[in-house]
Protein backbone atom coordinates (compact mmCIF):
# COMPACT_ATOMS: atom_id res chain seq x y z
CA UNK A 1 0.00 0.00 0.00
CA UNK A 2 3.49 1.91 0.40
CA UNK A 3 1.45 4.11 3.29
CA UNK A 4 -1.55 5.21 0.95
CA UNK A 5 -4.46 5.97 2.61
CA UNK A 6 -7.82 4.06 1.14
CA UNK A 7 -10.30 6.57 -0.64
CA UNK A 8 -13.56 7.06 1.59
CA UNK A 9 -16.75 9.25 1.23
CA UNK A 10 -15.51 10.76 4.41
CA UNK A 11 -11.56 10.73 3.84
CA UNK A 12 -12.17 11.82 -0.74
CA UNK A 13 -10.77 15.28 -0.45
CA UNK A 14 -7.81 14.38 2.16
CA UNK A 15 -6.76 11.45 0.45
CA UNK A 16 -6.48 12.77 -3.02
CA UNK A 17 -5.06 15.82 -1.93
CA UNK A 18 -2.21 13.75 -0.18
CA UNK A 19 -1.14 12.94 -3.59
CA UNK A 20 0.26 15.85 -4.48
CA UNK A 21 2.27 16.45 -1.78
CA UNK A 22 5.41 15.02 -4.14
CA UNK A 23 4.62 18.08 -6.57
CA UNK A 24 7.85 20.46 -6.44
CA UNK A 25 6.18 23.09 -7.32
CA UNK A 26 4.82 24.69 -4.70
CA UNK A 27 2.51 27.09 -6.31
CA UNK A 28 0.75 24.08 -8.27
CA UNK A 29 0.55 22.07 -4.59
CA UNK A 30 -1.45 24.42 -3.15
CA UNK A 31 -3.08 24.99 -6.13
CA UNK A 32 -4.22 21.73 -6.94
CA UNK A 33 -4.71 20.49 -3.07
CA UNK A 34 -7.20 23.52 -2.46
CA UNK A 35 -8.99 22.58 -5.90
CA UNK A 36 -9.31 19.04 -5.16
CA UNK A 37 -10.59 19.94 -1.27
CA UNK A 38 -13.70 22.92 -2.67
CA UNK A 39 -14.15 20.68 -5.48
CA UNK A 40 -14.78 17.31 -3.47
CA UNK A 41 -16.74 19.41 -0.63
CA UNK A 42 -19.24 20.55 -3.63
CA UNK A 43 -20.13 17.46 -4.54
CA UNK A 44 -21.01 16.20 -1.60
CA UNK A 45 -22.58 19.44 -0.53
CA UNK A 46 -25.05 18.91 -3.57
CA UNK A 47 -25.19 15.01 -3.55
CA UNK A 48 -23.99 14.97 -7.19
CA UNK A 49 -26.15 12.38 -9.30
CA UNK A 50 -23.80 10.26 -11.85
CA UNK A 51 -26.39 11.91 -14.16
CA UNK A 52 -25.42 14.76 -13.41
CA UNK A 53 -21.53 14.41 -13.42
CA UNK A 54 -22.57 13.03 -16.82
CA UNK A 55 -23.89 16.27 -18.36
CA UNK A 56 -21.48 18.35 -16.59
CA UNK A 57 -18.46 16.34 -18.19
CA UNK A 58 -20.85 16.69 -21.33
CA UNK A 59 -20.61 20.65 -20.81
CA UNK A 60 -17.37 20.74 -20.56
CA UNK A 61 -16.81 18.95 -23.68
CA UNK A 62 -19.16 21.09 -25.84
CA UNK A 63 -17.31 24.41 -24.67
CA UNK A 64 -14.15 23.12 -25.74
CA UNK A 65 -15.09 22.10 -28.88
CA UNK A 66 -16.82 25.66 -29.46
CA UNK A 67 -13.94 27.51 -29.54
CA UNK A 68 -12.28 28.41 -32.65
CA UNK A 69 -10.13 30.65 -33.85
CA UNK A 70 -12.34 33.63 -32.82
CA UNK A 71 -14.35 32.19 -30.21
CA UNK A 72 -13.38 31.40 -26.57
CA UNK A 73 -16.35 29.50 -24.98
CA UNK A 74 -14.23 29.12 -21.84
CA UNK A 75 -13.73 32.74 -20.96
CA UNK A 76 -17.19 33.48 -21.53
CA UNK A 77 -17.97 30.50 -18.84
CA UNK A 78 -15.71 32.32 -16.73
CA UNK A 79 -17.24 35.90 -17.38
CA UNK A 80 -20.76 34.53 -16.99
CA UNK A 81 -19.74 33.27 -13.40
CA UNK A 82 -18.07 35.84 -12.31
CA UNK A 83 -14.23 34.13 -11.88
CA UNK A 84 -12.85 36.56 -15.00
CA UNK A 85 -14.23 39.64 -13.07
CA UNK A 86 -13.02 37.75 -9.60
CA UNK A 87 -9.38 37.22 -10.73
CA UNK A 88 -8.58 40.85 -12.34
CA UNK A 89 -9.96 42.48 -9.26
CA UNK A 90 -7.83 40.25 -7.06
CA UNK A 91 -4.73 41.12 -9.08
CA UNK A 92 -5.49 44.65 -9.68
CA UNK A 93 -6.42 46.48 -6.92
CA UNK A 94 -6.03 49.51 -6.80
CA UNK A 95 -6.58 51.17 -2.91
CA UNK A 96 -8.42 53.93 -4.28
CA UNK A 97 -5.86 55.63 -6.11
CA UNK A 98 -5.83 55.01 -9.95
CA UNK A 99 -8.68 54.12 -12.32
CA UNK A 100 -10.13 51.03 -11.84
CA UNK A 101 -10.18 48.07 -14.18
CA UNK A 102 -12.54 45.33 -15.44
CA UNK A 103 -12.24 42.30 -17.50
CA UNK A 104 -10.50 42.42 -21.13
CA UNK A 105 -13.65 40.88 -22.68
CA UNK A 106 -13.23 38.26 -25.58
CA UNK A 107 -12.81 40.72 -28.59
CA UNK A 108 -9.62 42.37 -28.62
CA UNK A 109 -8.40 39.78 -31.06
CA UNK A 110 -6.50 42.23 -33.66
CA UNK A 111 -4.15 44.58 -32.74
CA UNK A 112 -5.53 48.58 -32.60
CA UNK A 113 -4.26 50.29 -35.66
CA UNK A 114 -2.03 53.65 -34.52
CA UNK A 115 -4.04 56.63 -35.29
CA UNK A 116 -3.65 60.42 -34.96
CA UNK A 117 -5.24 62.10 -32.19
CA UNK A 118 -9.02 63.28 -33.07
CA UNK A 119 -9.49 60.92 -35.44
CA UNK A 120 -12.80 59.26 -35.81
CA UNK A 121 -12.52 54.99 -35.63
CA UNK A 122 -16.10 54.86 -36.86
CA UNK A 123 -15.12 54.08 -40.22
CA UNK A 124 -18.80 53.24 -41.66
CA UNK A 125 -19.98 56.04 -40.53
CA UNK A 126 -22.70 54.90 -38.83
CA UNK A 127 -24.05 55.29 -35.44
CA UNK A 128 -24.57 58.72 -33.38
CA UNK A 129 -21.43 60.57 -33.49
CA UNK A 130 -19.48 60.95 -30.20
CA UNK A 131 -16.66 62.91 -29.08
CA UNK A 132 -14.13 60.79 -26.72
CA UNK A 133 -11.63 62.90 -24.69
CA UNK A 134 -9.12 62.13 -21.56
CA UNK A 135 -6.27 62.76 -19.88
CA UNK A 136 -3.67 59.86 -18.47
CA UNK A 137 -1.47 61.28 -15.42
CA UNK A 138 0.07 59.61 -12.43
CA UNK A 139 -0.60 58.85 -8.76
CA UNK A 140 0.24 62.69 -7.99
CA UNK A 141 -1.49 64.01 -10.86
CA UNK A 142 1.76 64.02 -13.29
CA UNK A 143 0.42 64.48 -16.92
CA UNK A 144 1.88 61.37 -18.69
CA UNK A 145 2.98 62.81 -22.38
CA UNK A 146 3.32 59.39 -24.59
CA UNK A 147 0.91 57.22 -23.22
CA UNK A 148 -0.56 54.64 -25.36
CA UNK A 149 -4.24 54.24 -25.50
CA UNK A 150 -5.96 51.27 -26.78
CA UNK A 151 -9.40 51.45 -27.51
CA UNK A 152 -12.07 49.27 -28.83
CA UNK A 153 -15.75 48.86 -28.70
CA UNK A 154 -18.83 47.68 -31.11
CA UNK A 155 -21.18 49.23 -33.23
CA UNK A 156 -24.46 50.80 -33.32
CA UNK A 157 -25.78 47.09 -33.74
CA UNK A 158 -23.94 45.69 -30.73
CA UNK A 159 -20.85 44.11 -32.58
CA UNK A 160 -17.62 44.39 -33.07
CA UNK A 161 -16.00 44.18 -36.11
CA UNK A 162 -14.34 40.67 -35.69
CA UNK A 163 -17.82 39.14 -35.28
CA UNK A 164 -18.79 40.84 -38.63
CA UNK A 165 -16.02 40.42 -41.73
CA UNK A 166 -17.00 41.74 -44.45
CA UNK A 167 -20.03 43.91 -42.72
CA UNK A 168 -18.07 46.21 -41.31
CA UNK A 169 -14.59 47.67 -42.39
CA UNK A 170 -11.69 45.89 -41.01
CA UNK A 171 -10.26 47.13 -37.59
CA UNK A 172 -13.79 49.52 -37.53
CA UNK A 173 -14.33 51.15 -34.37
CA UNK A 174 -10.20 50.30 -32.99
CA UNK A 175 -8.06 52.62 -32.50
CA UNK A 176 -4.27 52.96 -30.91
CA UNK A 177 -3.61 56.93 -29.87
CA UNK A 178 -0.71 57.98 -28.42
CA UNK A 179 -0.91 61.00 -25.50
CA UNK A 180 -0.21 64.33 -26.19
CA UNK A 181 2.34 66.88 -24.35
CA UNK A 182 -0.13 67.41 -21.20
CA UNK A 183 -0.88 63.28 -21.51
CA UNK A 184 -4.25 64.21 -23.47
CA UNK A 185 -6.27 62.42 -26.04
CA UNK A 186 -9.26 62.53 -28.10
CA UNK A 187 -10.58 61.03 -30.97
CA UNK A 188 -13.98 60.82 -32.56
CA UNK A 189 -16.25 57.65 -32.46
CA UNK A 190 -19.96 57.07 -31.72
CA UNK A 191 -22.11 55.92 -28.62
CA UNK A 192 -21.93 52.32 -28.00
CA UNK A 193 -25.02 50.04 -27.58
CA UNK A 194 -25.63 47.39 -25.21
CA UNK A 195 -24.81 43.75 -26.78
CA UNK A 196 -25.67 40.09 -26.08
CA UNK A 197 -22.33 37.92 -25.80
CA UNK A 198 -22.68 35.05 -27.69
CA UNK A 199 -25.30 32.92 -26.44
CA UNK A 200 -25.51 30.11 -29.68
CA UNK A 201 -23.31 27.47 -27.37
CA UNK A 202 -23.27 25.84 -24.31
CA UNK A 203 -22.67 29.19 -22.18
CA UNK A 204 -25.93 30.66 -24.06
CA UNK A 205 -27.70 27.28 -22.95
CA UNK A 206 -26.73 28.11 -19.47
CA UNK A 207 -27.59 31.20 -19.27
CA UNK A 208 -30.88 30.34 -20.84
CA UNK A 209 -31.54 27.69 -18.27
CA UNK A 210 -30.96 29.95 -15.42
CA UNK A 211 -33.19 32.20 -16.26
CA UNK A 212 -30.42 34.90 -16.96
CA UNK A 213 -29.95 37.07 -19.98
CA UNK A 214 -26.56 37.23 -21.89
CA UNK A 215 -26.51 41.23 -22.20
CA UNK A 216 -23.59 43.44 -21.34
CA UNK A 217 -24.41 47.23 -21.49
CA UNK A 218 -23.38 49.70 -23.82
CA UNK A 219 -19.08 50.57 -22.84
CA UNK A 220 -15.97 51.46 -25.08
CA UNK A 221 -12.49 49.23 -24.03
CA UNK A 222 -9.39 51.08 -23.17
CA UNK A 223 -5.73 49.29 -22.41
CA UNK A 224 -4.10 52.19 -21.00
CA UNK A 225 -0.37 51.78 -20.89
CA UNK A 226 3.07 54.43 -20.12
CA UNK A 227 6.66 53.51 -19.05
CA UNK A 228 7.03 53.35 -15.94
CA UNK A 229 3.68 52.50 -14.83
CA UNK A 230 0.89 49.72 -13.97
CA UNK A 231 -0.70 49.64 -17.28
CA UNK A 232 -5.10 49.04 -16.51
CA UNK A 233 -7.47 47.27 -19.02
CA UNK A 234 -10.96 48.77 -18.25
CA UNK A 235 -14.00 50.14 -19.50
CA UNK A 236 -16.69 53.39 -19.80
CA UNK A 237 -19.63 52.49 -19.49
CA UNK A 238 -22.63 54.55 -20.44
CA UNK A 239 -25.26 56.10 -17.85
CA UNK A 240 -28.43 54.73 -18.15
CA UNK A 241 -27.99 51.55 -19.47
CA UNK A 242 -31.03 49.35 -19.63
CA UNK A 243 -28.12 46.73 -18.69
CA UNK A 244 -25.78 48.57 -16.09
CA UNK A 245 -27.56 46.61 -13.08
CA UNK A 246 -26.98 43.18 -14.61
CA UNK A 247 -24.28 43.21 -16.72
CA UNK A 248 -24.17 39.90 -17.77
CA UNK A 249 -19.97 39.21 -17.25
CA UNK A 250 -19.93 41.51 -14.11
CA UNK A 251 -17.45 44.02 -15.25
CA UNK A 252 -19.73 47.12 -14.00
CA UNK A 253 -17.97 49.58 -11.14
CA UNK A 254 -19.66 52.52 -10.28
CA UNK A 255 -16.09 54.55 -10.84
CA UNK A 256 -16.68 53.76 -14.73
CA UNK A 257 -19.73 54.95 -15.62
CA UNK A 258 -20.42 57.89 -17.09
CA UNK A 259 -22.74 60.08 -18.56
CA UNK A 260 -22.67 60.81 -22.48
CA UNK A 261 -24.87 64.53 -23.08
CA UNK A 262 -25.81 65.77 -26.04
CA UNK A 263 -23.64 69.04 -27.24
CA UNK A 264 -25.96 71.34 -29.33
CA UNK A 265 -22.84 73.63 -30.67
CA UNK A 266 -22.45 73.94 -34.44
CA UNK A 267 -19.02 75.77 -33.77
CA UNK A 268 -17.65 73.21 -31.70
CA UNK A 269 -18.85 70.78 -33.91
CA UNK A 270 -17.07 71.90 -36.93
CA UNK A 271 -14.01 72.63 -34.71
CA UNK A 272 -14.14 68.94 -34.02
CA UNK A 273 -14.98 67.40 -37.22
CA UNK A 274 -18.79 66.12 -36.17
CA UNK A 275 -22.16 67.08 -37.26
CA UNK A 276 -24.15 68.99 -35.26
CA UNK A 277 -25.70 68.37 -32.31
CA UNK A 278 -23.29 65.03 -31.15
CA UNK A 279 -22.72 63.26 -27.74
CA UNK A 280 -19.72 63.53 -25.69
CA UNK A 281 -17.89 62.14 -23.00
CA UNK A 282 -14.73 62.46 -20.71
CA UNK A 283 -12.41 59.41 -19.26
CA UNK A 284 -9.81 60.71 -17.05
CA UNK A 285 -7.21 57.31 -16.28
CA UNK A 286 -5.04 57.38 -13.78
CA UNK A 287 -1.94 54.99 -12.93
CA UNK A 288 -0.11 53.91 -10.74
CA UNK A 289 4.06 53.77 -10.55
CA UNK A 290 5.45 50.17 -11.13
CA UNK A 291 6.71 50.60 -7.44
CA UNK A 292 4.19 52.52 -6.09
CA UNK A 293 1.40 49.22 -6.03
CA UNK A 294 -0.36 49.01 -2.80
CA UNK A 295 1.05 45.66 -0.70
CA UNK A 296 -2.51 44.17 -1.42
CA UNK A 297 -1.75 43.66 -4.59
CA UNK A 298 1.42 42.00 -4.36
CA UNK A 299 1.42 38.50 -4.69
CA UNK A 300 1.49 36.23 -1.75
CA UNK A 301 3.86 34.30 -0.40
CA UNK A 302 3.37 30.51 -0.74
CA UNK A 303 2.97 28.54 2.00
CA UNK A 304 2.85 24.25 1.82
CA UNK A 305 -0.84 24.12 2.90
CA UNK A 306 -0.73 20.50 4.97
CA UNK A 307 -2.94 18.04 4.49
CA UNK A 308 -4.76 16.21 8.10
CA UNK A 309 -3.91 12.40 7.84
CA UNK A 310 -1.21 12.62 5.04
CA UNK A 311 1.45 10.50 5.17
CA UNK A 312 5.15 11.71 5.66
Not at 103 to 124: C, K, Q, T, Y
Not at 263 to 292: I, S
Request: with cysteine; net charge negative.
Amino acid sequence: MNGQELFSEERSAAVVAASFQGTRDERLRQVMTSLVRHVHAFVKDVELTEAEWGKAIAFLTATGQQCDGVRQEFILLSDILGVSMLVETMNHRTGGTSTESTVLGPFHMVESPPRELGANIALDGKGAPCLITGQVSGPDGEPLAGAQVDVWQANEDGFYDVQQPGIQPERNLRGLFTTDAGGGFWFRSIVPRYYPIPADGPVGELLAATGRHPYRPAHVHFIVTAAGYRPVTTHVFVAGDPYIDSDAVFGVKDSLIREFPVVDAPARAAEVGLPNPFRTVHFDVTLLREEQAPLAAQPAEVQPIPVPGALA
